[in-house]
């Protein structure tokens, strides 16, 4: 049996305290265990791929606007095998480097398998079993597979395979109306793909705030077909006819059926591809926790206490696989907080008061800390107020000739402290940082916002004018209401 002073199953963000372990200890011993690519889901297949694919989708989308302003550009090809092949060798070097860093490390056992634990301490990796008294489970997530009728039987696409993509799909149907759902589906209707997405909340986009998702529903809407309220009975792939030349055209489309949980009604949708993308979920199972004397929660997540250690001492989880907040930089910063209460012996709580999230969509969602439900439940509607601009009520937004986008904040009404904020339109997930920002000060105040000088005319000021004129809920809810009878009229 192998001794190592750290196990660290998964190569994501764990990684972050291993290499500070190691500056600080050039002696240490630590077995790194994933039994996939190095790098973690961020790199290996979450945001860094799926990233350099939206870019190009973005560039897409602002040169077919560019004629609003008066620029007459055309777009003379779009070539989605350079895109896909481009996003593969960026990911690729940078697996190979890691790959390496972990192979050639004097104080890292790398093994490329799957973990589990066979009594407290002890871990099987392949054939070998290892044992250590510091464990970090840092297992992330995986796609949820749904029991639908028939997917079983063909072939469809995950956020995983969709990146081994070497031809554009002429249509792609996604099931699912969640962040990775409205990526893919921007970034395949910008290539060329004829997307459908078929959610199965009534709101498109759940985790935003309504009119954000109303708004991002209509604009995403002008190049996918968006449905929401379906819940998806059976797949099945057609066979195609016979004699056709093109081999993927035997096959045939893929038919999904899908029923209206409102009306009952049935839908028929039918595709080249289908991209399930319903979720993630936890992985945890294949570690045979129970053998560990790790607990997970009831939906399979690792149960962690406040300074992310497990049911089981100095055995520590971090990212995806506690389930709190499936982000990288949530990840990023756990791996901060078990450092700390880990390996420094601090007792440095979590704090998940302020959590960003962003949407890389054409227009770009941010939101950070409270939804206005949740502040009005906590607070009351009299205890919240709330801040709003349209990015085109700016210059900046004028220039760029923006329309309907916005800032909303959420605010405490008796001390301006920020609770959350919500930003629709161009950079959101930057020009919010300056919120989230204050929201890691002492007083998380308002004021600094409204008080500080931006610079003008630039896109920052919609922000800042968000927090100059707040209003009561009802106020709000008035306004918005004021301003969709004023669009329906103009459209009339
Ligand atoms: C399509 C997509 C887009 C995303 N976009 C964003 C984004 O824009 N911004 C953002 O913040 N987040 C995004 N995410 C989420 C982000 O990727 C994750 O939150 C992050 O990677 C989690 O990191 P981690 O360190 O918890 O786990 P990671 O280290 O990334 O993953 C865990 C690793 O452990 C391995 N493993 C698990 N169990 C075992 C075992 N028993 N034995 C051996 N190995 C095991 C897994 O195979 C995996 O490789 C995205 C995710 C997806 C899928």
Redesign the pocket.
């Known amino acids: 049996m192998k001794q190592y002073d750290l196990i660290v199953?998964?190569?994501?963000?764990?990684m972050n305290i291993v290499d500070a372990m190691i500056q600080q200890n050039p002696k240490i011993r630590v077995a790194v265990?994933?039994?996939?690519?190095p790098g973690?889901?961020?790199l290996?297949?979450?945001?860094i791929p799926?990233?350099i694919l939206l870019y190009p989708a973005e560039l897409v989308r602002t040169i077919e606007r560019s004629a609003e302003l008066n620029v007459h550009a055309e777009i003379k090809k779009v070539d989605f095998e350079k895109v896909m092949d481009r996003m593969r060798s960026l990911i690729g070097r940078e697996i190979d480097q890691i790959r390496q860093g972990l192979l050639s490390s004097e104080n890292i056992d790398y093994y490329r398998?799957?973990?589990?634990f066979v009594s407290p301490y002890t871990m099987k990796v392949g054939r070998e079993i290892i044992t250590a008294k510091m464990i970090f489970l840092?297992?992330?997530?995986r796609?949820i597979i749904p029991p639908i009728k028939g997917l079983d039987n063909i072939e469809y696409l995950t956020?995983d395979t969709l990146l081994k993509l070497k031809q554009l799909p002429e249509s792609v149907a996604i099931v699912g109306g969640g962040y990775?759902a409205a990526?893919y589906g921007h970034f395949l209707s910008s290539m060329g793909s004829n997307v459908t997405i078929i959610g199965r909340n009534p709101q498109f986009l759940p985790d935003e705030e309504p009119e954000i998702s109303e708004l991002a529903m209509e604009e995403l809407g002008k190049h996918m077909c968006i449905f929401t309220n379906l819940e998806v009975k059976e797949v099945k792939q057609e066979s195609g006819k016979s004699g056709n030349k093109i081999k993927e055209d035997k096959r045939g489309k893929i038919v999904i059926v899908a029923e209206d949980k409102k009306t009952g009604q049935s839908k028929r949708f039918e595709a080249e591809k289908l991209l399930i993308a319903t979720g993630?979920g936890p992985?945890?199972d294949?570690?045979h926790p129970e053998k560990g004397g790790v607990r997970l929660d009831k939906d399979g997540w690792i149960l962690v206490d406040e300074y992310l250690q497990t049911s089981q001492p100095n055995v520590w989880a971090?990212?995806?696989?506690d389930g709190k907040f499936?982000?990288?930089?949530?990840?990023n910063y756990e791996s901060q907080v078990l450092y700390y209460n880990a390996v420094l012996g601090k007792k440095v709580k979590t704090d998940y008061h302020a959590i960003p999230?962003?949407v890389?969509t054409y227009p770009e969602i941010a939101a950070v800390g409270m939804k206005e439900k949740q502040a009005v439940e906590e607070f009351g509607k009299e205890g919240v107020l709330i801040g709003y601009y349209k990015y085109e009520d700016t210059a900046k937004g004028e220039a760029m000739a923006l329309s309907r986008y916005f800032v909303k904040a959420i605010l405490k009404h008796d001390s301006l402290k920020i609770l959350g904020a919500h930003v629709i339109g161009p950079y959101a997930s930057i020009i919010i940082q300056e919120i989230i920002n204050v929201m890691y000060t002492p007083e998380q105040s308002g004021w600094v916002v409204n008080d500080a000088i931006h610079i003008h005319p630039s896109l920052s000021e919609v922000v800042q004018r968000a927090f100059q004129s707040p209003m009561t809920v009802d106020q709000y809810h008035e306004m918005l209401d004021h301003e969709r009878k004023h669009r329906i009229s103009k459209a009339i």
């Open positions: 199953i998964g190569t994501g963000s764990a265990i994933d039994k996939d690519e973690g889901i961020c290996t297949r979450g945001c799926s990233k398998d799957v973990a589990e840092c297992t992330g997530s796609a956020s990775i990526e993630r992985t945890n294949i570690l971090l990212g995806d696989a499936l982000f990288k930089h949530v990840a999230h962003a890389f």
